[in-house]
């Protein structure tokens, strides 16, 4: 009798077991022991990483000041040399590749100026995007997160970074063109000084041949600040690449179905946030530094 009893108990048992497991729409319940998925732990380190090595890259603070200082001086100096009757001759005169410099300049302190804006745009979605997470996260009764809320954003974010990724590559192709022009007006820069030889001088009482020694000595000076800025765009671009690679292993760790979230975790990436904030000021700032000597 106590045998029958005792099967009757187990095979019922087993019924409610596999209707469980079995029937759609049946709550379950959340796994004793979940996965302790360091998911968030990743994102913020890796996150932080980027914008503090991004705020330090070495783009001279003073490059979008000196570009435009060098292209009026060339617009100004091909004026000048246009009133020589020798530039008149040429096909292609000193005073036409001064002036096709000059435009390239200011195209390239465009694209810098954009780049600058363009990395707050990135902040600024970062920060919504996380503060939503932790908004999320510290609503959520329970310390169990599905993993497909934080794919969504992540994948959002990583399409932010590689936009601005190519916007980089943009600009260090314009700032590559300006420096491998910089040899052919300097060369067209010394025939000018043999074209000026007349002495022929401007209004500050300087002669032609004068105005285009500084001209050379100034292309030689504006090389050296886009060749620091081509190293520190290099550089950036370099971080953003390692960025995709972490986001691509944080990715892989979004496989799990539910997992853990630590409140140490989410203390962790609220702190992170303030830490963006100054590194993308930093970063954002160096265009607002102001040459003041010529």
């Known amino acids: 009798m106590c045998i029958s009893i005792l099967i009757v108990v187990i095979v019922l048992f087993m019924t409610i077991f596999v209707l469980k497991i079995l029937i759609p729409g049946m709550p379950h319940e959340l796994p004793h022991n979940p996965v302790h998925n360091p998911v968030v732990e990743q994102f913020t380190s890796c996150t932080t990483d980027l914008f503090r090595d991004i705020s330090l890259a070495e783009i001279p603070e003073i490059v979008l000041d ?32 001064l002036r096709n410099f000059s435009q390239l300049l200011y195209e390239a302190r465009y694209t810098l100026c954009k780049m600058f804006v363009e990395s707050k745009t990135v902040h600024n979605t970062f920060e919504i995007e996380v503060k939503s997470m932790i908004d999320k996260f510290s609503r959520t009764p329970s310390i ?13 974010l990583e399409k932010v970074i590689m936009e601005f990724r190519t916007m980089v590559d943009d600009v260090m192709k314009l700032v590559i063109e300006v420096q491998q022009k910089t040899k052919v007006v300097s060369e067209s820069l010394f025939e000018a000084q043999v074209e000026a030889s007349d002495y022929k001088i401007d209004n500050t009482g300087k002669r032609n041949f004068d105005l285009t020694a500084e001209a050379i000595n100034g292309i030689k000076n504006m090389r050296g600040h886009l060749d620091e800025t081509a190293a520190g765009l290099k550089e950036v671009r370099g971080k953003l690449k390692d960025y995709e690679i972490n986001m691509n292993k944080v990715k892989a760790n979004l496989g799990v179905n539910v997992y853990e979230i630590t409140n140490e975790s989410l203390q962790h990436l609220k702190a992170a946030v303030d830490l963006w904030r100054e590194s993308q000021t930093k970063f954002f700032n160096k265009q607002k530094k102001r040459v003041i000597d010529g």
């Open 144 to 156: 169990f997160m599905n993993s497909d809320f934080f794919k969504i954003r992540i994948l959002k």
């Open 66 to 97: 000196k570009i435009i200082q060098y292209a009026d001086s060339c617009n100004k100096l091909a004026t000048i040399l246009e009133r020589n009757e020798a530039h008149k001759i040429a096909e292609e005169t000193s005073a036409d590749r």
